[in-house]
Antibody, heavy 121, light 108 residues
């Protein structure tokens, strides 16, 4: 079975940093694009960032460009999101999501349970 | 930038059919995907590439996409279908993912 397990969320002050991880199992990780999708409390879904299966191509939403960096380690079946210069509006549940193809990350067929990031002073 | 529009809410009696729409100019030229999200849970893909159903999704869920409207249809609605439903497209012109604002389905 496909499993995605996020970790690394927590409380951080504005301007601070956090690194999220997503451990994947149950499928050939390198064959699939991966993404981070977030959901602010009571709000809808927003794709934050995506990365192709090989890691060659990366994609970012306008609101996070220059502050968040997506990466992956295919030898460890793990997806990462380095979050710098965090703002209060980054407060959300962050989901790790798999795409059915290597690239592009055009749809999300499996999702993790999410990790909460709270940015507050 | 590309924006897709969903009605915020829909109420349906048990056993009836729910029709949830996602609108944008010429959305029929793009592939549309649909997600179900129940309170406190992660989203689940229920329809992809307009009308395909992932393994494990009941046949009661179907999709269509033409012109300016994509539609998710849920037949024989039950209490277990109460959830938020989001449509999503991939804007290949600028490599962006666009989600609709979501429709809250209430089963009366």
């Amino acid at each position: 079975d496909v499993q995605l397990a996020e970790s690394g969320g927590g409380l951080v002050k504005p301007g601070g940093s956090l690194r999220l991880s997503c451990a994947a199992s149950g499928f050939t990780f390198r064959n699939h694009a991966m993404s981070w999708v977030r959901q602010a409390p009571g709000k809808g879904l927003e794709r934050v960032s995506s990365i192709s299966g090989s890691g060659t191509n990366t994609y970012y939403g306008d609101s996070v460009k220059g502050r968040l960096t997506i990466s992956r380690d295919n030898s460890r079946n793990t997806l990462f999101l380095q979050m710098n210069s965090l703002r209060t509006e980054d407060t959300a549940v962050y989901y790790c999501a798999r795409g059915p193809h290597h690239d592009p990350p055009d749809v999300f067929d499996f999702w993790g349970q999410g990790t909460m990031v709270t940015v507050s002073s | 930038s590309y924006v897709v529009t969903q009605s915020p809410s829909l109420s349906v009696a048990p056993g009836q059919t729910a029709t949830i729409t996602c609108g944008e100019n010429n959305i029929g030229s793009k592939s549309v995907h649909w997600y179900q999200q129940k309170p406190g849970q992660a989203p689940v893909l229920v329809i992809y590439y307009d009308d395909d159903r992932p393994s494990g999704i009941p046949e009661r869920f179907s999709g269509s996409n033409s012109g300016n409207t994509a539609t998710l249809t849920i037949s024989r609605v039950g209490a277990g279908d109460e959830a938020d439903y989001y449509c999503q497209v991939w804007d290949g012109s600028n490599d962006r993912v666009v989600f609709g604002g979501g429709t809250k389905l209430t089963v009366l």
